[in-house]
């Protein structure tokens, strides 16, 4: 296996440590994807689907299909053969990826908001069918899968590993499971510890990124000289 520079990414390829944090990987992944489908049942979803959520143009059904997409997108993946595309690091793709500076009107999120909504299409019961049964198929799956490249069509001509594609999938749905929580008055679901080391590890760069480190350093450490915002995106 190739290393790959970047949080997540594999290094010494095949030892018990890599290993044994691959199976904790896919654990929370998986945990987290059923949380995403216990989400998707609760009351209130079904009661404000045609609401609009807490992110701007999105309704809660739109909002909703997003979030099983990060589910179903890696079954998906995973069902494809090997691509072909170059495999990049992980910052590499938050690099390359349209979405993540994109305004509200812009193309990229018009589409993305599009997706949702033909996602949540059938409902909240059919998506969180649907959630579940890529868990079960994952379940499966992801015990036995090498680290192999994948990608989402959607992104462009370049590929991931599998580890790292888990944990921006693990991003997304932490990140939105908050915002769909939040758009229905319920309470935002527990994420596993390390899950949730790793998704804050993940943002972390990002909004060094973003914002630089002095910024970060300081609103992390010095309430009197921290910035407005540092948001990751």
């Known amino acids: ?3 790959v520079d ?3 990414s594999p290094r010494a390829s095949g030892s018990r440590s890599e290993n044994g944090n691959r199976e904790v990987l896919r654990s929370d992944f998986l945990a987290m ?11 209130a979803v079904l009661t404000r689907w045609e609401e609009p959520s807490a992110l701007a143009e999105f309704s809660v059904a739109g909002l909703a299909g997003h979030l099983a997409y990060q589910v179903v997108a890696v079954a998906e993946a995973l069902a494809q053969p090997v691509p072909k595309e170059p495999v990049v690091p992980l910052l590499g793709h938050y690099a390359r990826v349209e979405w993540i500076d994109a305004g509200v009107d812009e193309e990229i ?4 908001r599009r997706g949702g909504e033909q996602a949540a299409a059938g409902g909240a019961e059919a998506l969180a069918a649907r959630v579940d049964a890529a868990v079960v198929d994952l379940s499966a799956v992801l015990v036995y899968a090498t680290n192999r490249p994948v990608r989402i069509p959607l992104w ?3 590929a991931l590993t ?3 594609l888990l944990l921006t999938r693990m991003m997304e749905l932490a990140v939105h ?3 769909l929580a939040v758009s229905v008055g319920v309470e935002t679901p527990a994420l596993p510890p ?3 080391d790793a998704v804050i590890a993940l943002l972390s760069r990002l909004a060094v990124r973003r914002h630089g480190v002095t910024d970060v350093l300081r609103a992390l450490s010095r309430a009197e000289r921290a910035p407005a915002s540092i948001a990751a995106f």
């Open 109 to 112: 999120s018009v589409r993305i």
């Open 6 to 8: 970047g949080v997540g």
């Open 177 to 179: 499971a908050d915002d």
């Open 156 to 158: 462009g001509p370049w």
């Open 194 to 196: 390390e899950a949730a």
């Open 162 to 164: 599998l580890d790292d």
């Open 33 to 43: 994807a059923r949380m995403a489908a216990t989400l998707l049942r609760q009351p």
């Open 1 to 3: 296996m190739t290393e």
